[in-house]
């Protein structure tokens, strides 16, 4: 019997002791797979504060922009066809802020000078009225003033004397328009003549090293088209100002002879009360 209980013993403590020993090693391999785990977890966590890192870093700020880059192309044209361009653009520009400074200094307020002249005749007369045309700035008073000052030698005569110097007005507010035009004509062609000779040189080279090469013809296809666009840009730019100050010119003309129908009107009114 105690031989049995012997055996059933040291049977129980191998299988104890199996058993331990599995657990031991499945421990063992949970610890090892969860230092694994951790440590993936660690290289995933640097990693992801890399890459956030790499995101919010800001990205070097490229200076100077689209006004840096049309300076090196300006540049990269040469002086010898950029020059005169850009003459053109300045010379325009100043002509066309002169015109339109002029054209807004010049505009009056027709309907309350019309007013002003009539109130001012039915209290004083025509000298009253002439009065207020001269402390009035602009081509319609100095037309207006024109007209009354020939009121004695009847309304035809003022009628003449209205358009006529309408007329010299006119050309005043035209003034340098014709310049204007000319370098919004001058400047494409200097770009084409850029183009042309730019086109030549490129031939020249093929011809001088006798075979046809990307980096040969390169620069000088480069002038031609430079030359083209900043001469069609400029021409571009002073079309739009002239466009502007003939819509300010076609304005006040409109406004002249608008008005000086309602200054005939006013001259045949007092004319009939004598």
Not at 135 to 159: H, M
Not at 227 to 240: D, E, K, N, S
Request: hydrophobic share 50%; with cysteine; charged share 15%.
């Amino acid at each position: 019997m105690k031989k049995v209980f012997a055996i059933l013993s040291i049977l129980a403590i191998i299988s104890f002791g199996s058993t331990v020993n599995v657990s031991a090693q499945e421990v063992a391999s949970q610890t090892d797979q969860a230092a694994v785990n951790n440590d993936t977890a660690s290289a995933m966590v640097t990693d992801t504060a890399q890459a956030v890192e790499e995101v919010q870093a800001p990205a070097p700020a490229e200076g100077g922009g689209m006004h840096k880059a049309l300076k090196q192309k300006f540049i990269e044209g040469g002086p010898a066809w950029m020059a005169p361009i850009a003459l053109c653009l300045i010379i325009g520009l100043a002509l066309c802020i002169e015109r339109i400074i002029y054209l807004s200094l010049s505009s009056t307020d027709t309907k309350k000078l019309l007013a002003d002249i009539d109130k001012a005749w039915s209290k004083g007369g025509v000298e009253a009225a002439k009065e207020v045309c001269r402390n009035t700035r602009g081509p319609v008073a100095s037309i207006f003033y024109q007209g009354l000052s020939r009121f004695d030698e009847g309304v035809e005569v003022v009628e003449k004397t209205v358009a006529s110097y309408g007329g010299v007005q006119l050309g005043l507010l035209e003034t340098n328009l014709t310049w204007i035009s000319l370098f919004i004509a001058i400047s494409p062609s200097l770009g084409f003549l850029g183009t042309v000779v730019g086109m030549i040189e490129a031939f020249d080279r093929i011809q001088q090293v006798g075979d046809i090469s990307a980096t040969i013809v390169a620069s000088g296809i480069k002038v031609a088209l430079l030359t083209t666009v900043f001469g069609l840009i400029v021409a571009i730019i002073l079309q739009v100002f002239y466009n502007y100050i003939l819509t300010l010119v076609e304005g006040m003309t409109n406004d002249m002879e608008d008005s000086s129908i309602s200054l005939l009107d006013i001259i045949v009114k007092y004319t009939t009360k004598k």
